[in-house]
Nanobody, 115 residues
Framework: QVQLVESGGGLVQPGGSLTLSCTAS????????MAWYRQVGGSERELVAR???????EYGDSVRGRFFISRDNAKATVTLQMDRLKSEDTGVYYC?????????WGQGTQVTVSS
């Protein structure tokens, strides 16, 4: 079992920056795919960024060049730096830890981009 605790959401103006953090506990962190997803209303969760153990980082098309994922295996933490935020980045952001077919989700943190 893996527990994920997210932090860092909030309200920010368009063009601003925000940093989200996700800390994992309960299992071996190094072997996990770590990712951030976001969800707006009842829509499907959308991939924001993904960092697998082979370090082949992947970004969603809408955030590439503005968002940056980092990973600290020693601290079992994955961070999402979000720059040049837009109103369409508003949503609930979820941290995911995955190994094989097992998925563990954080509770979600709200990000609102509005003036």
């Amino acid at each position: 079992q893996v527990q994920l605790v997210e932090s860092g959401g909030g309200l920010v103006q368009p063009g601003g920056s925000l940093t989200l953090s996700c800390t994992a506990s309960g299992s071996e962190f190094n072997g996990f795919i770590m990712a951030w997803y976001r969800q707006v209303g009842g829509s499907e969760r959308e991939l924001v960024a993904r960092w697998p153990p082979n370090n082949n980082i992947e970004y969603g098309d809408s955030v590439r060049g503005r968002f940056f994922i980092s990973r600290d295996n020693a601290k079992a933490t994955v961070t999402l730096q979000m720059d040049r935020l837009k109103s369409e980045d508003t949503g609930v952001y979820y941290c995911l830890a995955q190994v094989w077919s097992l998925q563990f989700w954080g509770q979600g943190t709200q990000v609102t981009v509005s003036s």
